[in-house]
């Protein structure tokens, strides 16, 4: 059995096929990519798994486990965080109350005891912020910490929402475009992260990506979508040599 | 300038960063403890009103600056708890007794508006709470049994723990702050825990929001039933105060003002409740000076700069009449409104703070320092 698994998810949105009949699976520790030119339906994969869009049929599996069915938030309690293609952060709350939100899923105090706010209280937000501070650490987010989301250029905002989403120390970590509007550098940045995240925290790494050479880096497998459909799966350098994923990109 | 030098987490979460805050708070607690020595009876009672005022303040920055849910309802969540004061009051139910029911009644019914209120955003959610407010209005109207209809309901005076508390009492003026002030620590433990962390993640995005745990229909329910609750416990004070309610108290004029305390106080901080309530309050005793004072001086100055003395007992009668029109109040609390959300968005305490830091920083004030920066990312947002 593998670690995550889709099985003939599709997404029809009337007559178009956003996403038809794909399966995949994801074997734990492992850092796999999709790939395809715009409208391949790899975003909407990534709404298919946590939940934003519902599928209009196949199964998605957790760890043996059937989770087509849970709620949105309920995806996140199982271990599975996300980041967004077009950066979705609390814009008007500070870096570290964004990390904070990130633990919500380990959240166990009740309202009462908040509105008192009660030691219980006190000591679990200690242990919430020394995660988030490892997380901080991690990403080198040490000079944003009291700064509004709002004043931050683009290139931290996608860090912090990958930091958002390691903070829920998840199992699985759904990445959409981690290196869309970054430059060289940034992008260099991220490759190492990914890897780390896999090899320090032991993630298990689900990417959408568009620039290759962040794909070839840092992937132990690649899926090539188009149309929907899975074109190819593999080593990176066995996608890029399928003939219909050169037809796809290229036009043939 | 001050430099925090931070060593401990605690630091973060403790409510008074720095022993500043305490010296200033604990003066401000010192001069509203004496305040009923040194004020008059007039004053005193205006006190009165700014502490119910910032109470559902507060109770509406939880929902609409917090959790971003707007309401135009909260004048009916304040009748539901001081009509169930007057109620209950009837069958000698205890003070504290009643005081709790109304909390928990008007939490409940909050929370009931708040499931319809889960499909709803934006001015669609205002039109909505519009409705529940015109709803209870009308109820209060025609329940007569229990509401005495049109004729209102006498509230008797206060009876706390056998002593009488009379509404104009300093007792009376404690009790208010108490709850205030009570209202206002348990909101700012709130705000630093995760359910605060939770309502303000639903404020700015739903989507990260649902994707990080948190259980948004779940969340926004709790924000209204507080909120709602919070209102209720005011509105019991509320009914004390005026020892008299009946339906046409609780108008949509009155959501108007409470919507007017926060946007003019500021709505990201609860300082913005307490300062558009001292501000809403004070418009009272202003717009009476209009009328009473205004006139005469007018034709003063009229007469003054050569006017005669039949052109100015025009003009004086002309303002008269200017202002006791009928509509000036709303009128006047319509500009008011469009002028803080053209010019200052932030409120009085975001003026404030603008200069507290002007003189902390001089001569190195930038102007741009709070300008609001347009980012055009949002292309394809999921709701």
């Known amino acids: 059995m593998s670690y995550f698994r889709a099985e003939n998810l599709s ?15 994801v074997e ?30 196949g199964r998605i599996y957790f760890e043996d486990q059937d989770i087509t069915e849970e709620a ?28 904070l939100v990130g633990r919500h899923r380990h959240s166990t105090t009740q309202l009462w005891q908040e509105l008192l706010f009660l030691p219980s209280v006190r000591a679990n937000e200690k242990v919430h912020r020394r995660r988030v501070e490892q997380v901080i650490e991690f990403l080198d987010l040490e000079p944003y910490r009291e700064k509004l989301i709002s004043g931050l250029p683009y290139g931290v905002r996608k860090v912090i929402e990958l930091a958002r989403a390691l903070c829920s120390e998840p199992k699985l970590i759904l990445l959409d475009e981690p290196s869309s509007g970054l430059n060289v550098e940034e992008t260099d940045d991220m490759s190492f992260w990914i890897r780390d995240m896999k090899s320090e925290l032991g993630i298990t790494v689900l990417m959408v990506e568009h620039d290759m050479s962040l794909v070839n880096r840092v992937s132990d497998r690649v899926i090539a979508l188009n149309y929907g459909r899975v074109l190819a799966m593999g080593s990176p350098a066995e996608v890029q040599q399928h003939p219909d994923v050169v037809a796809a990109y290229l036009g043939a | 300038m001050r430099f925090l030098f931070k060593t401990d987490y605690e630091d ?9 805050y305490v010296v200033s708070y604990g003066l401000l607690i010192a001069v509203l403890l004496a305040a009923p020595y040194a004020l008059s009876s007039y004053l005193m ?44 009051q009837k069958y000698n139910v205890p003070f504290p007794v009643y005081f709790l029911a109304a909390g928990l009644l008007t939490g409940a019914i909050g929370a009931m508006v708040g499931f319809p209120a889960l499909r709803l955003t934006g001015i669609y959610l205002v039109i909505a709470t519009i409705s529940f407010a015109l709803i209870v209005e009308e109820i209060l109207a025609r329940w007569e049994s229990v509401t005495n209809g049109n004729e209102g309901m006498r509230v008797k005076t206060l009876s706390l723990l056998g002593v009488a508390v009379p509404r104009d009492s300093p007792t009376f003026y404690y009790l208010c702050l108490a709850v205030l002030v009570l209202t206002i620590v348990g909101t700012l433990n709130l705000l630093r825990s995760p359910t605060g962390r939770a309502f303000v993640a639903i404020r700015d ?22 909120s709602a609750a919070i209102t209720g416990l005011a509105g019991v004070l509320f009914a004390h105060k005026l020892s008299f309610i009946s339906p046409e108290m609780f108008t949509l004029q009155l959501s108007i003002e ?38 005469g001086i007018i034709a003063g100055v009229a007469a003054t700069f050569g006017a005669g ?17 009928n509509g000036l109040k709303g009128a006047i609390y319509g500009i008011i409104i469009m002028l803080f959300v053209l010019f200052e968005p932030l409120g009085i305490y975001g003026r404030w703070l603008k200069i507290k830091l002007f003189f902390q920083l001089f001569p190195l004030y930038k102007r741009a320092t709070f300008k609001r920066q347009k980012i055009y990312v949002k292309s394809e947002r999921n709701r």
């Open chain 2, 45 to 88: 009672s205006q006190l009165v009103f700014v502490c119910i005022y910032a109470t559902v303040g507060v109770a509406l920055l939880i929902l609409t600056g917090f959790t971003g849910q707007a309401s135009l309802g909260h004048a009916a969540f304040l009748a539901i708890g001081a009509y169930t004061a007057a109620y209950l």
């Open chain 1, 72 to 99: 949105p938030y309920d995806i996140a309690r199982l271990g599975i965080a996300r980041t967004f293609q077009n950066i979705e952060l609390f814009e008007n709350a500070t870096v570290l109350s964004n990390l």
């Open chain 1, 11 to 25: 997404l029809h949105f009337g007559g178009l096929k956003a996403v038809d009949a794909v399966s995949f699976a």
């Open chain 1, 28 to 57: 734990k520790g492992e850092i796999l990519s999709i790939i395809g030119p715009n409208g391949a339906g790899k975003s909407s994969i990534f709404n298919l798994i946590s939940r934003i869009y519902r599928p209009t049929s």
């Open chain 2, 12 to 20: 973060d979460i403790r409510l008074f960063p720095h022993s500043g």
């Open chain 2, 258 to 295: 409470f919507i007017i305390v926060i946007l003019i106080g500021g709505t990201f901080s609860l300082h913005g409740a307490v300062l558009g309530a001292i501000f809403i309050v004070m418009i009272d005793p202003f717009l009476t000076y209009l009328k009473d004072d205004m006139p």
């Open chain 2, 205 to 226: 995005s739903e989507t990260a929001a649902r994707s990080m745990g948190v259980n948004v229909a779940l969340y926004k329910v709790k924000s209204f039933a507080i």
């Open chain 2, 309 to 325: 003395k039949d052109a100015a007992a025009d003009v004086q009668s002309k303002v008269a009449a200017f202002a006791s029109l």
